[in-house]
Protein backbone atom coordinates (compact mmCIF):
# COMPACT_ATOMS: atom_id res chain seq x y z
CA UNK A 1 0.00 0.00 0.00
CA UNK A 2 1.31 3.16 -1.01
CA UNK A 3 1.36 6.47 1.48
CA UNK A 4 1.14 8.42 -1.64
CA UNK A 5 -0.73 7.85 -4.95
CA UNK A 6 0.58 10.10 -7.88
CA UNK A 7 -2.27 12.24 -8.96
CA UNK A 8 -2.44 14.15 -12.49
CA UNK A 9 -2.69 17.65 -9.80
CA UNK A 10 0.25 16.57 -9.36
CA UNK A 11 1.47 16.81 -13.29
CA UNK A 12 3.06 20.42 -14.53
CA UNK A 13 3.27 19.21 -18.00
CA UNK A 14 6.48 19.49 -17.75
CA UNK A 15 8.13 16.27 -18.25
CA UNK A 16 11.32 17.01 -16.18
CA UNK A 17 9.42 18.05 -13.23
CA UNK A 18 6.92 15.87 -13.32
CA UNK A 19 9.66 13.12 -13.55
CA UNK A 20 11.31 14.67 -10.42
CA UNK A 21 7.50 14.45 -8.43
CA UNK A 22 7.30 10.89 -9.27
CA UNK A 23 10.58 10.01 -8.24
CA UNK A 24 9.61 11.86 -4.55
CA UNK A 25 6.74 10.48 -4.33
CA UNK A 26 8.50 7.09 -4.78
CA UNK A 27 11.09 7.58 -2.53
CA UNK A 28 8.43 8.56 0.19
CA UNK A 29 6.61 5.59 -0.71
CA UNK A 30 9.46 2.90 -0.30
CA UNK A 31 10.28 4.58 3.00
CA UNK A 32 6.83 4.44 4.42
CA UNK A 33 6.83 0.62 3.23
CA UNK A 34 10.20 0.00 5.06
CA UNK A 35 9.07 2.26 8.42
CA UNK A 36 5.54 0.13 8.32
CA UNK A 37 7.89 -3.33 7.93
CA UNK A 38 10.55 -2.54 10.63
CA UNK A 39 10.93 -1.66 14.09
CA UNK A 40 14.34 -0.07 13.70
CA UNK A 41 16.39 0.05 11.16
CA UNK A 42 19.56 2.09 10.06
CA UNK A 43 19.11 2.05 6.06
CA UNK A 44 15.91 3.99 7.16
CA UNK A 45 18.18 7.09 7.75
CA UNK A 46 19.48 6.46 4.19
CA UNK A 47 16.46 6.42 2.29
CA UNK A 48 15.85 9.96 4.57
CA UNK A 49 19.27 10.78 3.15
CA UNK A 50 18.30 10.20 -0.78
CA UNK A 51 14.67 11.81 -0.01
CA UNK A 52 16.87 15.10 0.67
CA UNK A 53 19.28 15.13 -1.96
CA UNK A 54 16.31 14.62 -4.21
CA UNK A 55 14.22 16.93 -2.74
CA UNK A 56 17.37 19.93 -3.40
CA UNK A 57 17.66 18.69 -6.34
CA UNK A 58 14.31 19.19 -7.27
CA UNK A 59 13.83 22.42 -5.15
CA UNK A 60 16.86 23.85 -7.08
CA UNK A 61 14.95 23.18 -10.45
CA UNK A 62 11.53 24.57 -9.69
CA UNK A 63 12.91 27.47 -7.72
CA UNK A 64 15.12 28.32 -11.51
CA UNK A 65 11.69 28.21 -13.49
CA UNK A 66 10.29 30.76 -10.42
CA UNK A 67 12.87 33.14 -10.97
CA UNK A 68 12.82 32.96 -14.90
CA UNK A 69 9.17 33.77 -14.70
CA UNK A 70 9.57 36.65 -11.92
CA UNK A 71 7.24 34.36 -9.90
CA UNK A 72 5.73 37.25 -6.98
CA UNK A 73 5.46 34.20 -4.43
CA UNK A 74 9.51 33.12 -4.50
CA UNK A 75 10.65 34.15 -1.84
CA UNK A 76 7.99 32.27 0.68
CA UNK A 77 7.89 29.43 -2.13
CA UNK A 78 11.38 29.13 -1.33
CA UNK A 79 11.50 29.73 2.34
CA UNK A 80 8.98 26.63 2.76
CA UNK A 81 11.87 24.41 0.42
CA UNK A 82 13.87 25.25 3.09
CA UNK A 83 12.01 24.37 5.61
CA UNK A 84 11.27 21.06 3.84
CA UNK A 85 14.91 20.07 4.05
CA UNK A 86 15.32 21.01 7.54
CA UNK A 87 12.12 18.80 8.53
CA UNK A 88 13.74 15.71 6.62
CA UNK A 89 17.14 16.70 8.69
CA UNK A 90 15.45 16.71 11.73
CA UNK A 91 13.78 12.96 11.01
CA UNK A 92 16.87 11.82 10.25
CA UNK A 93 18.41 13.20 13.85
CA UNK A 94 15.10 11.89 15.43
CA UNK A 95 15.35 8.28 14.26
CA UNK A 96 19.27 7.98 14.70
CA UNK A 97 18.61 9.41 18.19
CA UNK A 98 15.33 7.25 18.83
CA UNK A 99 13.24 10.09 19.26
CA UNK A 100 11.18 9.33 16.42
CA UNK A 101 9.95 5.74 16.65
CA UNK A 102 6.17 5.42 16.39
CA UNK A 103 5.91 4.66 12.95
CA UNK A 104 2.74 6.01 12.42
CA UNK A 105 4.31 9.58 13.61
CA UNK A 106 7.07 8.99 10.68
CA UNK A 107 4.47 8.16 7.98
CA UNK A 108 2.57 11.13 9.05
CA UNK A 109 5.06 13.26 8.67
CA UNK A 110 5.96 12.06 5.38
CA UNK A 111 2.62 12.34 3.77
CA UNK A 112 2.09 16.38 5.22
CA UNK A 113 5.82 16.78 4.09
CA UNK A 114 5.10 16.14 0.28
CA UNK A 115 0.93 17.10 0.66
CA UNK A 116 0.57 20.08 2.23
CA UNK A 117 3.48 21.71 0.27
CA UNK A 118 2.42 20.84 -2.96
CA UNK A 119 -1.17 22.14 -2.27
CA UNK A 120 0.14 25.29 -0.68
CA UNK A 121 2.86 26.06 -2.94
CA UNK A 122 3.21 23.95 -5.52
CA UNK A 123 -0.47 24.18 -7.08
CA UNK A 124 -0.61 27.86 -7.96
CA UNK A 125 2.83 27.46 -9.04
CA UNK A 126 1.57 24.83 -11.32
CA UNK A 127 -1.14 26.79 -12.38
CA UNK A 128 0.74 29.73 -13.51
CA UNK A 129 3.50 27.91 -15.37
CA UNK A 130 0.69 25.75 -17.16
CA UNK A 131 -0.68 28.99 -17.87
CA UNK A 132 2.87 29.60 -19.70
CA UNK A 133 2.72 26.19 -21.17
CA UNK A 134 -0.56 26.53 -23.24
CA UNK A 135 0.29 30.05 -24.65
Known amino acids: MALIEWKSEFSLGVSQVDAEHKELIELVNRLYTKVRSQEHD ?3 VDFLEELYTSAAKHFA ?6 Q ?3 YTAYEEHHADHQRLLKEVTAMMFEYQDGVL ?3 EVMA ?3 YDWFC ?3 KTHDAPLHRLIHS ?3 L
Open 42 to 44: PTI
Open 61 to 66: HEELMM
Open 68 to 70: ARR
Open 101 to 103: NNM
Open 108 to 110: ERL
Open 116 to 118: IHF
Open 132 to 134: YIK
